[in-house]
């Protein structure tokens, strides 16, 4: 029994997946932030790659050209390193803006905002060499490795191919102008990036199906996890049934000592008893006390000791015992039996003054 409860078969309670959240454990794939990040460089650069090239080749011709009239003093070197940062901003900062925004977004759109410190805190038992000659050959490791292994085989595939269907257009280079040769050899570069993106895009779905997967596994409770948790979130059965025990006699306490204040306590004769008051502020006649049995009993001697009038109605105390709650006031449709009731007493405490 002990070994059945031990078995991690128990999905994840919310709580456990919020702390989890807190701690930064969520699935996440790597592989679609790398896969999109990719795509969007790629779609970037043949977007912006003519204007690249033609600023990054017009900055050239100027150096070179400056060279043989330029003397080579301080202030024309801190001009040149100007010059060229303010080059390299124009050309290559948006590629970068549009790489951190994708990024981001996809990042967000994998785990949603998370601020965590405790994956900041240092962990000593990382630097441990067993514990990390543990991790080396873990079954998370073998898994990583074979899918980069099986990535770099597919992705290596894809090139092989591409390669032997553009041997005709990758042997032309050689005979063409410069300027054709980089215009064809950029064509080509992102053709074979756009055919190894879309298979990056297929492995990474299925690498976030795993992690999701990967992830729950790694959140399953055993039964007496689970019993803990509701131990911890809902309190100790044992300790709440004493809280309710205690809970009882102070409200039997509180009722007993209302039974004084009522005007008449109806009876069933032995086996109910429903104390009742009214006043002229109320709007109907209000249920103090009520009982059965030996709790009856108890209504009605207290009753007695405190010179309460006890009127023996059967009928009235089986219909009112079930509908009313202490605190109540009677319901509408028994108005005209309580009226007589209290009536009843009230000429009979008139006759006794």
Do not use: C
């Not at 996809?106 to 990382?126: C, H, R």
């Not at 990758?170 to 063409?176: E, G």
């Not at 809970?247 to 069933?268: C, L």
């Amino acid at each position: 029994m002990q070994l059945f409860n031990g078995e991690k078969t128990e999905e994840a309670t919310p709580k456990r997946k919020a702390d989890a959240k807190k701690k930064g454990q969520v699935a996440k794939s790597s592989e679609i932030s790398s896969a999109f990040v990719i795509l969007a460089a790629f779609y970037t650069l043949k977007l912006v790659g003519v204007g690249v090239y033609n600023e990054l080749a017009g900055y050239m011709t100027a150096i070179l050209s400056g060279l043989t009239t330029t003397d080579l003093t301080i202030n024309a070197v801190q001009l040149l390193f100007f010059n060229v940062g303010l080059v390299m901003a124009k050309t290559v900062l948006p590629i970068l803006l549009v790489i951190m925004v994708i990024s981001v977004v996809i990042n967000f759109m994998q785990v949603g905002v998370i601020f965590s410190t405790e994956v900041l805190m240092p962990d000593f038992s990382k630097i441990n060499p067993l514990s990390g000659f543990g991790r080396l050959f873990s079954k998370r490791s073998l898994v990583e490795l074979a899918k980069a292994l099986f990535k770099v085989g597919i992705i290596g595939y894809f090139i092989y191919r591409f390669a032997i269907v553009q041997i005709s257009d990758i042997s032309k280079l050689i005979s063409m102008e410069l300027i054709d040769s980089l215009r064809l050899t950029g064509s080509l570069i992102i053709d074979l990036a756009f055919q190894i993106i879309t298979v990056m895009m297929i492995l990474a779905i299925f690498d976030y199906i795993y992690q999701w997967w990967e992830h729950n596994e790694s959140l399953k409770m055993s039964k007496e996890e689970v019993k803990q948790e509701m131990k911890q979130t809902e309190g100790d059965p044992q300790i709440k049934g004493k809280i309710r025990e205690r809970q009882r006699a102070m409200a039997m306490r509180r009722m007993m000592q209302e039974i004084p204040k009522a005007d008449v306590v109806v009876t069933n004769p032995t086996h109910l008893a429903i104390a009742l008051k009214y006043e002229k502020s109320m709007a109907a006649p209000v249920v103090l006390a009520k009982g059965q049995d030996f709790l009856a009993e108890r209504i009605k001697q207290i009753a007695r000791d405190n010179k309460v009038v006890v009127v023996e109605n059967k009928s009235l105390a089986r219909a009112l015992y079930p509908v009313v709650e202490i605190g109540d006031v009677i319901p509408a449709e028994l108005y005209q039996a309580v009226a007589e009731v209290l009536a009843y007493v009230y000429r009979l405490k008139k006759r006794l003054s």
